[in-house]
């Protein structure tokens, strides 16, 4: 048998989790304030403690395979990030709701701006490191090229070139939570939230119950992706126009094209609507937030599929909801009041064409103080056969729809395929 091999000298383990221990002063976190070095940088680094001014460590649920990385000897746990060359390539901000501490509560505004605004702090050795990454690329999804080929769409050779690829700026997001934010947007208590993270995710952050001086936490979820479209100045510039499809991840249907769902040509609509609104001088965006399965996970998803298509009568609309409760215990874990932070960091105030159907994204949109114009509801042909029992659904239950909403009977008739078929 082999002898595991020695990973760090340091064998003790020093606990951050009583304030005052170990001389802490940590750099002190002022949410909501306008200027950067005020408000304080982030800083989520386990390579020295002390410096430490959060709660959790960066890069979301992908900690854990860094933890595995260090564990196996493949990376050095002092590792030092070299951020030559990885500044946003375009600027974002800064916005009103930058300095608004409600307006944005669970990303860190300035997360994108760390190498201008806290270089000497890096420079005096503490580990600050970004939560924002601006890039831009090129896409290419087989639907867009088929709505060139339709007429549908039109090539402009700038935002959508001659081989059919759309010109994007993108945008990466890992989460920054401000707890008095969180709990307050949840109208519930600090301390209860702070409790209720520490024992359901079985103790994995004790600061959370002993640090009540540590009021931003780095928590281990999936992060949110930003898709920009057209010129970034038009977000924000109210004489131009604004689309904007705030979509949360479905794997099956976004990546492999399932068809119980509409997911991907919801996706993929809302990027139709976002370039012709670039097109036409103003710009789009998508928002991507990863909530697999209704912030309830894919796993829980699956065996949704199967209790809805092997209860008695089959898969069906009127069902729809109720066999989500009876696995997960409620519908919807997505939180869609945190949603709209993402598009206050952006700088939105007003959104022409809101691409999604959901009243729940809607109502946290205009309750945050968006004004949205109009929402455009998929057309009905972009509709797969088998998905036709999930959109009658979300209908009856207060989507948005310009036609009829489904009643009782209508529900009733409305069956997807079995399982085996
Ligand atoms: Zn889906």
Excluded at 5 to 12: D, L
Excluded at 111 to 134: C, K, M, N, R, W
Aim: proline share 6%; hydrophobic share 40%.
């Amino acid at each position: 048998m082999e002898t595991p091999k020695a990973v760090s000298k340091h064998k003790h383990i020093v606990l951050t989790s009583h304030p005052g221990k170990s001389g802490q002063k940590p750099i002190p976190i002022n949410w909501g304030e306008s200027d950067p070095i005020k408000r304080g940088p982030i800083i989520g680094t386990v390579r020295n403690a002390n410096h430490r001014n959060v709660i959790g460590t960066h890069s979301g649920s992908y900690a854990v395979y860094r933890a595995l990385a260090i564990a196996s000897g493949a990376l050095q746990a002092n590792h030092r990030a070299d951020l030559t060359n990885t500044s946003p390539v375009v600027h974002i901000g800064p916005h009103p709701s930058w300095s608004d501490a409600n307006k944005i509560v669970c990303l860190d505004p300035f997360g994108a701006l760390v190498g201008g605004s806290y270089t000497t702090l890096y420079e005096q050795g503490h580990d600050i490191f970004p939560t924002i990454a601006i890039t831009k690329a090129h896409i290419n999804m087989p639907e867009l090229q088929d709505s060139i080929i339709k007429g549908r769409l039109q090539v402009d050779g700038k935002i959508l070139k001659n081989n059919g690829s759309l010109v994007v700026t993108k945008v990466a997001i890992d989460p920054v939570w401000y707890l008095p934010g969180i709990a307050q947007r949840l109208k519930i208590n600090e301390s209860d939230l702070r409790r209720i993270l520490f024992q359901q995710t079985g103790g994995m952050f004790p600061e959370l119950v002993t640090r009540p001086d540590l009021h931003v936490f780095l928590p281990p979820i999936g992060g949110t992706t930003v898709y920009l479209i057209g010129e970034v100045e038009a977000i924000t510039n109210p004489s131009k126009l604004l689309a904007v499809r705030v979509h949360d991840e479905c794997n099956g249907s976004d990546v492999f094209g399932s068809d119980i769902c509409t997911c991907r040509p919801y996706l993929v609509h809302g990027i139709e609507v976002c370039i012709q609104t670039a097109q036409e001088g103003g710009a789009g965006v998508i928002v991507y937030f990863r909530k697999e399965g209704r912030a309830l996970g894919e796993v829980t998803k699956f065996l949704v599929y199967n209790a809805r298509k092997r209860q008695e009568g089959g898969d069906s609309a009127e069902a729809y909801f109720t066999r989500t409760e009876c696995v997960a215990g409620l519908q919807d874990m997505r939180f869609q009041e945190l949603m709209p932070d993402v598009l206050h960091w952006l700088g939105i105030t007003r959104i022409d064409r809101l691409v999604s159907m959901s009243d729940l994204k809607y109502n946290a949109i205009i309750s945050s103080g968006i004004e949205v114009i109009e929402r455009i509801a998929i057309p009905d042909d972009w509709i797969p056969e088998d998905a036709r029992v999930e959109i009658a659904a979300k209908q009856a239950a207060g989507y948005y729809t310009p036609g009829e909403v489904p009643d009782a009977v209508t529900l009733a008739e409305i069956k997807g395929r079995g399982l085996g078929d």
